[in-house]
């Protein structure tokens, strides 16, 4: 690219209940925004925009405040809570053709706002992907770094194409939002579609921060749930390990009748326990196992034909 290149940078930041941090979150936003800018890095006409993901409290009104106030924001409000990806996702597709390329960055300030320079001249040189990826987890709890750690690992044995120790603080240009807006799932696991999409890539790394405010909108429950979500829709493995099971049933099963055969030539035995108990409760329990494996994926394709839109926008301020 040309080096007096100076694109229209995003920054999508989708919310939910953020009223205690946007006002922080939209001044520091903007001041990176607004020196960039000064110092002939982007465009004067580049913007960020916040994402209202159907707030409770008054986040939508923050949102239109600051709108007025301040020349580099928008606002995006959905029309009920959809989740954090379909939002995000929102945000991308609603503005991807007024922009260069777009950035997403949650709004609780624990990604640092600094490295947003470092990605869009990582951009400007020809890059199409810039994946903020943090150094390390110190901050995090030890059940939420190890299990974190115990994530990445999962991913990368069932062959899924996952950034390690990145989450959703990415610099992405047009031609990835157009490809991105190719992928018409509902089920949606961004970390895992974009790396997919392909492009030229690199990472930017930085130190996470702790929330500058109000609480996390993650708790272990939608962690959980938000993982395997993302295993489930990259992976076929847990399909396969139905299998897998299969053949280890088959050859426990084995072992257990010549466990069986020698109990009862010793007699020490109670008659028809071990064949009768022992088999009930195991194959019971690895059958509801794996009809739980089967529906899942059922409960995915089902939500995937009936093709419902994945969100709708209720207002938008400039």
């Given at each position: 690219?040309e080096?007096?290149?100076?694109?229209?940078i995003?920054?999508?930041s989708?919310?939910?209940n953020?009223?205690l941090?946007?006002?922080e979150?939209?001044v520091?936003l903007?001041a990176?925004?607004?020196?960039?800018v000064i110092?002939n890095?982007?465009?004067e006409?580049?913007f960020?925009?916040?994402?209202?993901d159907g707030?409770k409290?008054?986040?939508?009104?923050?949102?239109?405040?600051?709108?007025?106030q301040?020349?580099?924001?928008k606002?995006?409000k959905?029309?009920?809570?959809?989740?954090?990806q379909k939002a995000?996702?929102?945000?991308?597709?609603t503005?991807?053709d007024?922009?260069?390329?777009?950035i997403?960055?949650?709004?609780?300030?624990?990604d640092?706002?600094k490295?947003i320079?470092?990605m869009i001249?990582?951009h400007k040189?020809g890059?199409d992907?810039?994946y903020?990826v943090r150094?390390e987890r110190?901050?995090d709890?030890f059940?939420?770094r190890?299990?974190a750690?115990?994530?990445?690992?999962l991913?990368?044995?069932?062959?899924?194409?996952i950034?390690?120790n990145?989450?959703?603080?990415r610099?992405?240009?047009k031609?990835v939002?157009?490809?991105?807006s190719?992928?018409g799932?509902?089920?949606l696991?961004?970390r895992?579609?974009?790396?997919?999409?392909?492009?030229?890539k690199?990472?930017?790394y930085?130190?996470r921060?702790?929330?500058?405010?109000?609480?996390?909108k993650?708790?272990f429950?939608?962690?959980a749930?938000f993982?395997w979500n993302?295993v489930t829709?990259?992976?076929?493995?847990p399909?396969?390990l139905v299998?897998?099971?299969?053949?280890?049933?088959?050859?426990f099963?084995l072992?257990m009748?010549?466990?069986a055969m020698?109990?009862?030539?010793t007699g020490?035995v109670?008659?028809?326990?071990?064949s009768?108990?022992?088999?009930?409760?195991?194959l019971?329990?690895?059958?509801l196992f794996?009809f739980g494996?089967l529906g899942?994926?059922?409960g995915?394709i089902?939500?995937e034909v009936?093709q419902?839109p994945r969100?709708f926008i209720?207002k938008?301020?400039?």
């Amino acid at each position: 690219m040309e080096s007096n290149y100076k694109p229209i940078i995003g920054i999508v930041s989708p919310c939910y209940n953020e009223a205690l941090v946007l006002n922080e979150t939209s001044v520091q936003l903007n001041a990176v925004m607004a020196d960039l800018v000064i110092r002939n890095i982007i465009s004067e006409k580049s913007f960020i925009v916040f994402v209202d993901d159907g707030s409770k409290d008054i986040t939508w009104q923050i949102i239109e405040e600051k709108a007025q106030q301040l020349s580099h924001i928008k606002g995006l409000k959905l029309a009920g809570n959809v989740g954090h990806q379909k939002a995000l996702l929102a945000g991308l597709l609603t503005f991807k053709d007024e922009a260069d390329a777009l950035i997403s960055i949650d709004a609780d300030l624990q990604d640092d706002v600094k490295v947003i320079e470092e990605m869009i001249l990582k951009h400007k040189s020809g890059i199409d992907v810039v994946y903020g990826v943090r150094k390390e987890r110190n901050t995090d709890t030890f059940f939420k770094r190890n299990t974190a750690l115990l994530f990445y690992n999962l991913m990368k044995k069932m062959k899924v194409n996952i950034i390690h120790n990145h989450a959703d603080y990415r610099l992405c240009s047009k031609r990835v939002l157009n490809a991105l807006s190719q992928f018409g799932e509902v089920n949606l696991f961004l970390r895992g579609i974009i790396p997919s999409i392909g492009f030229s890539k690199e990472v930017v790394y930085y130190d996470r921060l702790e929330r500058f405010a109000g609480e996390s909108k993650y708790p272990f429950r939608k962690m959980a749930a938000f993982a395997w979500n993302g295993v489930t829709s990259f992976s076929n493995y847990p399909l396969k390990l139905v299998t897998i099971i299969g053949f280890v049933i088959f050859f426990f099963c084995l072992v257990m009748t010549g466990y069986a055969m020698v109990a009862l030539y010793t007699g020490n035995v109670v008659p028809g326990w071990l064949s009768t108990v022992l088999p009930m409760y195991f194959l019971g329990g690895v059958q509801l196992f794996c009809f739980g494996i089967l529906g899942e994926y059922i409960g995915k394709i089902y939500s995937e034909v009936k093709q419902r839109p994945r969100y709708f926008i209720d207002k938008r301020v400039d």
